[in-house]
């Protein structure tokens, strides 16, 4: 069993940047993708960026390549997602999630294990 608790979120204002980290227990993540969900009021929850168990790729969602940042370090135990230049509709409870599979999921339905979520608000 694998838990994850995000931390990081809050209020930023448009153009500002947080760090959302995503540490894990139970069991090393060394071998596990890890992905970055978020979702908006009334809106499905989608993937904005998820990371190779090695860290030698990544995924970005449309909406915020060039923005955001995904990283992790094995030894930590921890995934990150730095969110640059962020703007309202970045507005979102953002999750982290992880499956035991070499390849990068980037639907939920890839994930097995999630988070509770991280707030994240951005004012005009």
């Known amino acids: 069993q694998v838990q994850l608790v995000e931390s990081g979120g809050g209020l930023v204002q ?3 940047s947080l760090r959302l980290s995503c540490a894990a227990s139970g069991r090393t993540l060394s071998r596990y993708a ?3 969900f978020r979702q908006a009021p009334g809106k499905e929850r989608e ?3 998820a990371i190779k ?3 030698s ?9 060039g923005r955001f940042t995904i990283s992790r370090d094995n030894a930590k ?3 990150y997602l730095q969110m640059n230049s962020l703007k309202p509709e970045d507005t979102a409870v953002y999750y982290c999630a992880a499956v035991d599979n070499i390849a990068i999921p980037t639907t939920t339905r890839g994930y097995k294990y999630w988070g509770q979520g991280t707030q994240v608000t951005v004012s005009s």
């Open 47 to 49: 993937c904005v960026a």
């Open 53 to 55: 168990w090695s860290g």
């Open 34 to 36: 890890m992905g970055w």
């Open 57 to 65: 790729r990544t995924y970005y969602g449309d909406s915020v390549k």
């Open 14 to 16: 448009a153009g500002g």
């Open 77 to 79: 135990n921890t995934v």
